[in-house]
């Protein structure tokens, strides 16, 4: 087995997890040359929802936040989290501008694009796993880890055999929900590891507080990679930290090679950033609690949270336990999905509405709808004709890969945005976040010429929306 390779998440989804990716880039530059020192197998440090807050929060430049992270670590494979056919937003995009986006990472440096899709359709990770085979990037493809009756080692195996033929360098085990218990992992890396030749990495949360004991027994059964955050932005909804691991596996055949005392210096660094986190409320300490309900309704921590504020806004929050009896039923009507972005909200709030109405599906909404019909790829389960036109009535159930129904939008977009264009990547920018993205050029153009927003003509434009 040898050598047990680790991916830090402190500079995305640790972050993300605890503090809303509130971290910027001039909070990361300090320590970056010291991260790069370490050996890490990669750091994740962009996509997931870094690129939403960044121009929704920070106002700062994705793209620049990836240009001066390469050019900081230029020893360390850089990392991120890419939603397939969604890209970094919030509905499936057209081939042409996922295919342009990923080339565009590589070229800004990244190196290694994990790629998943919420239901766990492979239809919709093809374009994006060829486009990153064609920019020599590393295709690593996430299987949406879920329970329900349908998702046996033999339903993982099959997709596993699929992302590989599909193209992919690598497949990661993506525990969003924190649901993997300890001789689980074993047993599922052993049976992924028998079905396919391509490296296998291990992605668990700490909200159920056996993380640590995951990747215990998923190296002892033969995983290649794990993910970890380093210990002052670890436990709770982020991961097991960096240094116990490290230590975990000390001397043994899997050690890392990564030097403890080194690692103690970023520890340092991260200490009093997460000092400056917590003093200025953006860290709830509770986030570091260990929750099992994940474990007993299979249900994501955040989406519990959801639940209860949406019943809470109903004047019904007597009712949870009613929707969380709900929130399994509602998913098998809907063909089993995997409960993760966008999936676990959809699915949420029709089980809630459900509740508060006393009648099941007498308000749909849109997403459910949706869902439903196949706008968002094939669900792991066919759904029942007869619910299905319940809900869609007499339209046309979506059977092809959702993309298919997509023009090319690349030129269209660019021709939207031409008064805001700076640099190449903005078209994407605005294509993912056409609400969004003007403000924040706006805001760039003002900074760059020195202009108090209020009194430009920028200002004064009406913005494509």
């Not at 690692?263 to 991260?270: A, G, P, S, V």
Request: glycine share 6%; aromatic share 8%.
């Amino acid at each position: 087995m040898g050598k047990l390779k680790i991916t830090e998440t402190v500079l995305r989804d640790a972050h993300q997890s605890l503090i809303a990716t509130r971290m910027s880039i001039d909070e990361m530059k300090p320590i970056l040359s010291k991260m790069d020192e370490i050996g890490f197998y990669s750091a994740e440090v962009w996509g997931g929802a870094t690129f939403d807050a960044c121009i929704r929060f920070l106002n700062e430049d994705p793209w620049e936040r990836l240009r001066t992270i390469r050019k900081a670590m230029p020893n360390t494979k850089l990392q991120m989290l890419f939603r397939g056919q969604n890209m970094l937003g919030y509905r499936h995009y057209a081939d042409d501008l996922v295919e342009y986006f990923v080339q565009k990472s590589i070229a800004n440096g990244i190196d290694i694009i994990r790629i998943f899709d919420a239901l766990n359709d492979i239809r919709n990770l093809e374009t994006a796993i060829k486009a990153a085979n064609k920019e020599k990037g590393h295709a690593q493809v996430a299987i949406s880890y879920t329970l329900g009756e349908v998702f046996t080692h033999e339903y993982y195996m099959d997709y596993a055999k699929r992302i590989e033929a599909a193209g992919a360098d690598s497949i990661c085990i993506k525990d969003m929900a924190a649901l993997l218990t300890p001789y689980e992992a074993s047993s599922l890396v052993k049976d992924l590891k028998s079905v396919v030749k391509i490296p296998i990495q291990l992605h668990t949360h700490y909200t159920s507080g056996l993380a640590s004991m995951c990747i215990l027994k998923a190296v002892e059964a033969g995983v290649d990679a794990v993910d970890t955050a380093m210990s002052p932005l670890a436990l709770g909804t982020s991961h097991a930290p960096t240094e116990s691991i490290v230590a975990t596996f000390r001397g043994t055949e899997y050690d890392t090679g990564l030097d403890l005392v080194k690692l103690n210096e970023i520890r340092d660094y991260f200490m009093t950033l997460r000092k400056k986190y917590i003093d200025s409320g953006l860290l709830d300490p509770s986030m570091l609690a260990t929750d099992t309900n994940a474990l007993l309704y299979q249900v994501p921590g955040g989406m519990l949270s959801n639940l209860l504020s949406q019943l809470k806004q109903a004047g019904k929050a007597d009712q949870l336990e009613d929707v969380l009896k709900e929130v399994p039923r509602v998913r098998k009507d809907s063909g089993y999905p995997p409960l993760v972005t966008p999936t676990s909200q959809i699915v949420g709030t029709q089980a809630v509405f459900n509740v508060i109405m006393g009648e099941r599906y007498k308000t749909v909404t849109k997403e459910f709808k949706g869902l439903v019909k196949g706008e968002y790829g094939k669900t792991p389960v066919e759904i029942d004709p007869e619910f299905q036109k319940s809900i869609i009535g007499d339209e046309e159930p979506v059977t092809c890969r959702p993309a298919d129904l997509l023009k090319p939008e690349l030129e269209e977009m660019r021709k939207e945005c031409a008064e805001w264009t700076e640099q190449e990547e903005d078209v994407l920018t605005y294509a993912m976040f056409p609400k969004v993205a003007p403000k924040f050029f706006e805001q760039r153009r003002n900074k760059k010429y020195g202009i108090d927003g209020k009194h430009s003509d920028a200002a004064n434009k009406v913005h494509p929306v």
